[in-house]
């Protein structure tokens, strides 16, 4: 139940701007042909990729966070001044502290806000919704920057084709803003650290060295039976809280790792694929960035208007997965 504001009244969330960015290179399945043995008819038929942006040399997490998070605010009206909670969702974090969010906060030239990031892999940003929206609703923020920015290019091993082919770079933000009409009306949030084994970037800075080894290693057959089980669930989990039904859903924007998992998840729960957001073919795998490059893209080409229902989900390493549920 959200929090009471001055006069009774309740406090919500809302998001009121989207923005997104892409790096300006592009690697085809064709360019991957000639680095791995694979082939463009696999990765199609596989996932659904087509081709994805790489970040360009020295281009870091921040970067990309800061040019998505300038489209934010424009289409929000807001200044950055006016911000006063950053959280950024990243597996990739430009160094090991401070965190992205205060690189985020210094680049955009913000002096005062809580800034912070949440690694929860390719549900990052359906956790930094929904903490955001936790802090809005208790009272100890009014405008929110969530991003979700990552570089998967510098995790990748590319000698392995099982990996290489899927994962893309890129950023997404939204403005979240303090509102007495109800914006996000649901979330659910899980984590099962058992699995982490399925789905690993295990190397670690000890003393100096590299320890371990760096590189995304997954068992993608295990990942994607574990994926459309518990997408569906959770799905059922907020609809259920919100008394809604799949009818009642316009659209529905899944984590981008596999067309494959898309559709099973909306055969599982008897949507139309017409309702799903799709651009993993264009971005890839982008992890945490891979929702809100999603939404913004629906948003600005129009798909999404004033008070539709907007349903996203998503599940990533650790395991963690979860949905966040929206009236827009
Ligand atoms: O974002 C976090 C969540 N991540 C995911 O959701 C990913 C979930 N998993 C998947 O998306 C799919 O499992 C993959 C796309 C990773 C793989 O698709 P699959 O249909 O499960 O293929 P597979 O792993 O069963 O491999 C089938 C065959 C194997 O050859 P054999 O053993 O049948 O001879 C692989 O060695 O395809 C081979 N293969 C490839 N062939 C060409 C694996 N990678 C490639 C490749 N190109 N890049």
């Known amino acids: 139940m959200p929090a009471k504001g001055k006069g009774g009244i309740l406090i919500h969330s809302r998001i009121v701007g989207t923005g997104s960015y892409l790096p300006s290179r592009v690697l085809t399945n064709f360019d991957l042909e000639k680095l791995v043995d694979t082939s463009h008819e696999w990765i199609v038929t596989r996932s659904g990729i087509v081709e994805r942006h790489l970040a360009v040399e020295g281009e870091q ?22 911000i006063d909670l950053i959280i950024v969702a990243t597996t990739t974090p430009d160094q090991i502290l401070p965190s992205t969010a205060c690189i985020l906060q210094d680049k955009l030239g913000i002096k005062k806000a809580v800034a912070f990031d949440v690694q929860a892999v390719c549900s990052g940003f359906v956790y930094a919704l929904n903490t955001a929206d936790l802090y809005i609703r208790g009272g100890q923020a009014s405008n929110a920057l969530v991003v979700g920015a990552e570089v998967l290019s510098h995790l990748l091993n590319w000698e392995d084709r099982t990996t290489c082919v899927l994962f893309g770079d890129g950023a997404g933000a939204v403005v979240l803003q303090r509102s007495d009409v109800p914006g996000i009306l649901a979330a659910r949030l ?19 060295a590299v320890f371990g080894n760096p590189f995304i290693r997954m068992d993608g057959q295990a990942v994607f039976k574990f ?14 809280e919100s008394k809604m039904v799949c009818n009642d859903i316009d659209w529905l924007i899944p984590h981008q790792a596999n067309i494959r998992i898309m559709e099973a998840t909306a055969k599982k729960l008897g949507l139309s694929m017409d309702k799903v957001v799709v651009t993993v073919d264009y971005h890839g795998n982008t992890s945490a ?32 997965w979860g949905a966040v549920l929206l009236r827009w």
């Open 61 to 82: 997490a921040s970067d990309m966070a800061f040019h998505a998070s300038q489209r934010a605010l424009g289409a929000a009206g807001i200044g950055a001044d006016e």
């Open 190 to 208: 899980h984590a099962n650290g058992s699995y982490r084994g399925m789905l690993s970037a295990e190397g670690s800075i000890r003393n100096g």
């Open 227 to 240: 994926a459309v089980k518990v997408l569906s669930e959770v799905v059922e989990e907020v609809l259920a």
């Open 289 to 320: 960035a891979s929702i809100p490059l999603a939404l913004d893209t629906a948003v600005r080409d129009g798909r999404i208007q004033p008070g539709q229902h907007v349903l996203m989900e998503a599940v990533g390493g650790g395991f963690t």
